[in-house]
């Protein structure tokens, strides 16, 4: 009796079967704007210090230079460029994410335009065409959705783990690699995916920054490995030590989910824009701490009591009682501190990237307001906002005027879908410093003319370091 496909093998096929022409008009036209979005972000980050470690770090390789490396002018090896990109537009915490729960899991959250840098570099790899590279990126966020689907809500495992399929599908699809490569490819890749929560818990650390990039980078080393004939465990999904742990949820009909038809509302169809550096369920709640703050014209100390309500979800419940958020001790853990965040933005009246200068979040004033807020849950709250992660403040002054702002919906998050004004206007915003308007119009027009490209190298040209005159 023949042996029926694993799931991984049917994923292979899925990925390599599906046509340009299957993809909907407005998922590309998404892929597009998604595209501007992450390479804002890259660009926003090239003076944080985890990524000039990266960077540095990766210099000193002196790899064969294959790909483009955002704002960088040494090229690096493909993989290598992967690790600089990615780590590039995630360090900040402000790349796009996913709204509301998997309706068959549950599991929320997650970004994936992580993998946006491995579709830009295997594309420049195999001189792929523009509407490739769109079309990779489609199918990376919604193999990565399908990953979702997979994943238990409350699993010990982090949405990161998805990659380990997503980036070595993604990449293997580009370089034109054959299904049989690409199961490889994903198998390979896969094996050596499985990353923790614990990354992003408790004192938080670079690890979260750059856990989503090595896996990426491994994925397109994956890819590279399976073209030259290496082999990988194409049963992960069905062998009893494989991965069910990491996708527990129906794993044994892993295969039809991961090679389901392409549906007309595809996954990236359910990520919004982030409006501030911060994690997904801190959006609301800097937005309504700076609602507070325009309401009390600045004057803080006036607010005897400040009541913090947000949504009455498991995923909120754990980051409201977890001590490194709530005395966030590094970078990475402020960027993931409700406390330390709403603090921030009361009493600046402003929440950008110099928010976390000189580590604010030691700051004892700010210190001492954070330990005034009283943090509960509604299931009112959070079944008005549906699928956002929603926030409202009460505050009471010395007088006993009372001060009411309810943020459902933070800027950046529409049930229309991204806004293409507002995800140009956050690009223009946050590559003020270091790119010129020429430069940020060029990178723009590449993106948007990418579907009639026969290459994506004007797009990567526009990426690299305008020359002083």
């Known amino acids: ?118 579709a830009l570099a295997a594309a420049e790899l195999a001189h792929a065409a523009g509407r490739e590279l769109l079309a990779g990126i489609v199918l990376g966020y919604e193999i990565y959705g399908r990953g979702k689907a997979l994943m238990e809500a409350q699993s010990a495992w982090d949405g990161v783990s998805i990659s380990g399929l997503v980036a070595p599908a993604i990449a293997g699809r580009l370089l034109g690699l054959r299904a049989d490569q690409v199961a490889h490819a994903v198998a390979l890749s896969a094996a050596r995916a499985a990353t923790p929560v614990g990354v992003r818990e408790g004192g938080i650390s670079a690890a979260k920054s750059v ?105 909120v419940h754990r980051q409201m009682s977890d001590p490194g958020r709530i005395v966030p001790h590094s970078r990475e853990a402020a960027d993931h501190s409700l406390h330390f965040l709403i603090a921030v933005a009361l009493v600046d009246g402003a929440f950008g990237l110099a928010q976390f200068d000189n580590q604010r979040w030691t700051d004892p004033q700010l210190r001492a307001l954070m330990a005034r807020f009283v943090m509960t849950t509604d299931r009112d709250l959070t079944r008005r906002a549906g699928s956002s992660y929603p926030c409202a403040i009460r505050a009471t002054d010395r007088d006993g005027k009372a001060y009411d702002v309810e943020i459902l919906h933070p800027p950046g998050h529409a049930a229309e879908g991204l806004d293409a004004s507002a995800v140009l206007e956050k690009f223009d915003r946050v590559t003020a410093d270091r790119l010129k308007t020429g430069q940020r119009s060029r990178i723009v027009e590449a993106v948007m003319q990418l579907e009639s490209a026969h290459s994506c190298d004007g797009l990567l040209q526009s990426l690299l370091p305008e020359q002083a005159p």
Not at 44 to 73: E, F, N, S
Not at 258 to 278: D, N, Q, T
């Open 211 to 315: 856990a989503n990039a090595l896996i990426a980078q491994s994925g397109m080393q994956a890819a590279l490995l399976a073209a030259n004939g290496l082999t990988g465990p194409l049963d992960l999904f069905e062998a009893e030590r494989g991965l069910r742990a990491v996708f527990a949820h129906g794993s044994e009909a892993a295969g039809d989910v991961l090679a389901a038809a392409l549906p007309g509302e595809s996954f990236i169809m359910r990520v919004a824009m982030k409006a501030y550096p911060c994690f997904a369920g801190g959006q609301s709640a800097v937005a309504a701490a700076l609602a507070l703050h325009r309401l009390v014209r600045g004057d803080i100390a006036r607010l005897s009591s400040i009541h913090v309500v947000l949504a009455d979800l498991p995923i």
């Open 1 to 118: 009796m023949p042996v029926p496909p694993s799931a991984i093998t049917r994923l292979a096929d899925w990925t390599v079967g599906v046509g340009v022409a299957d993809i909907a008009p407005r998922a590309t036209e998404l892929a597009k704007l998604l595209l501007i979005d992450t390479l804002g972000c890259g660009f926003a980050a090239l003076d944080d210090p985890c990524a000039r470690g990266v960077l540095a770090t990766l210099d000193t390789l002196g790899d064969r230079p294959q790909c483009t490396v955002i704002g960088h002018r040494r090229p690096m090896s493909a993989p290598n460029a992967v690790l600089a990109n990615g780590t590039l537009v995630r360090v900040l915490d402000l790349n796009d994410y996913v709204t509301g729960a998997d309706p068959r899991s549950g599991a929320r959250g997650g970004h994936p335009s992580d993998n946006i840098p491995v």
